[in-house]
T-cell receptor, first 114, second 111 residues
Framework: DGGITQSPKYLFRKEGQNVTLSCEQNLNHDAMYWYRQDPGQGLRLIYYSQIVNDFQKGDIAEGYSVSREKKESFPLTVTSAQKNPTAFYLC?????????????FGPGTRLTVL | AQSVTQLDSHVSVSEGTPVLLRCNYSSSYSPSLFWYVQHPNKGLQLLLKYTSAATLVKGINGFEAEFKKSETSFHLTKPSAHMSDAAEYFCARVRGQNFVFGPGTRLSVLP
């Protein structure tokens, strides 16, 4: 099956720890995205990548880091600098960043800071 | 600012009655617009999209939306709600080369 996978589904972190969320796609899409979802706020863009070894900050990049070493993988690290990391994180991809192409979403990772 | 507004945070309908979920956008031109649905603890699924072709767009699961430039609206409708339609719905638009999402509307369907 083609699609986007995210792991783990649930993640618990102690304060002061870095954690990495996995996102993999087998759709051969060039562009990949990370969003954060909080109740009543919709989705906010953290980072995006148009091509391997290139990525750009979104609207709320502080406290997060990414890498894009392979086309199919776009992991997100939530660092200890992120003050309020408890949220639902969604990864997405699109064929490219043309304005006509929809984004396909993974099932999400729910991160809770203990 | 190029944004998306969803006027209702929660809509409740009875099964078998029509659904109307409202979306307005702010822009001086006609952007690409999308509706997504999200079931609890799941990712988003595309329902339909408008990309400057026909103003009435048909999507999956019986949903459709009409682009009205004069009203800067892209409301989502369905003639008859089903219990499985209960979910969160997001309107989105393109801003530059990225997406901007509205805050979402939670649809409840009563038996």
């Amino acid at each position: 099956d083609g699609g986007i996978t995210q792991s783990p589904k649930y993640l618990f972190r102690k304060e002061g720890q870095n954690v990495t969320l996995s996102c993999e796609q087998n759709l051969n899409h060039d562009a990949m995205y990370w969003y954060r979802q909080d109740p009543g706020q919709g989705l906010r863009l953290i980072y995006y990548s148009q091509i391997v070894n290139d990525f750009q900050k979104g609207d709320i990049a502080e406290g997060y880091s990414v890498s894009r070493e392979k086309k199919e993988s776009f992991p997100l690290t939530v660092t200890s600098a992120q003050k309020n990391p408890t949220a639902f994180y969604l990864c997405a991809s699109s064929i490219d960043r043309s304005t006509y192409n929809e984004q396909f979403f993974g099932p999400g990772t729910r991160l809770t800071v203990l | 600012a190029q944004s998306v507004t969803q006027l209702d945070s929660h809509v409740s309908v009875s099964e078998g009655t029509p659904v109307l979920l409202r979306c307005n956008y702010s822009s001086s031109y006609s952007p690409s617009l999308f509706w997504y649905v999200q079931h609890p603890n799941k990712g988003l699924q595309l329902l339909l999209k408008y990309t400057s072709a026909a103003t009435l767009v048909k999507g999956i699961n019986g949903f459709e939306a009409e682009f009205k430039k004069s009203e800067t609206s892209f409301h989502l409708t369905k003639p008859s709600a089903h219990m499985s339609d209960a979910a969160e719905y997001f309107c989105a638009r393109v801003r530059g080369q990225n997406f901007v999402f509205g805050p979402g509307t939670r649809l409840s369907v009563l038996p």
